[in-house]
Nanobody, 123 residues
Framework: QVHLVESGGGLVQPGGSLRLSCAGS????????IGWFRQAPGKEREAILC????????FYTTSAKDRFTVSRDYRANTVYLQMNFLKPEDTAIYYC????????????????WGQGTQVTVSS
């Protein structure tokens, strides 16, 4: 079992940056593929990107590819989502999730989820 906790969300102005963290209990997170998802009000949860256990990442959202980066700190059992040049349309609850296999963009393929962290981009 992987217990995930997201942090780092908040209110930021358009063009600003935030770094979200996804911390896992034990080192199971290090052996897992970690996906980042977001869900805006009234919309379905969408996959943003994923990083596998070897730190290879895949982007699933075109708008994020040039603005977001993902990395992992194996010693800290943590995955980071760095978000730059944020836009109002990035406003959503952001979730990390894990699966013991390769990356996927399907919500249903992920087993363990964090509680989510709110990101609001507004002036």
């Amino acid at each position: 079992q992987v217990h995930l906790v997201e942090s780092g969300g908040g209110l930021v102005q358009p063009g600003g940056s935030l770094r979200l963290s996804c911390a896992g209990s034990g080192n199971a997170l290090n052996r897992s593929a970690i996906g980042w998802f977001r869900q805006a009000p009234g919309k379905e949860r969408e996959a943003i990107l994923c990083i596998n256990s070897l730190s290879t990442s895949q982007f699933y959202t075109t708008s994020a590819k040039d603005r977001f980066t993902v990395s992992r700190d194996y010693r800290a059992n943590t995955v980071y989502l760095q978000m730059n040049f944020l836009k109002p349309e990035d406003t959503a609850i952001y979730y990390c999730a894990s699966r013991f296999a390769y990356c996927s963009d399907q919500v249903s393929q992920y087993i363990f989820w964090g509680q989510g962290t709110q990101v609001t981009v507004s002036s």
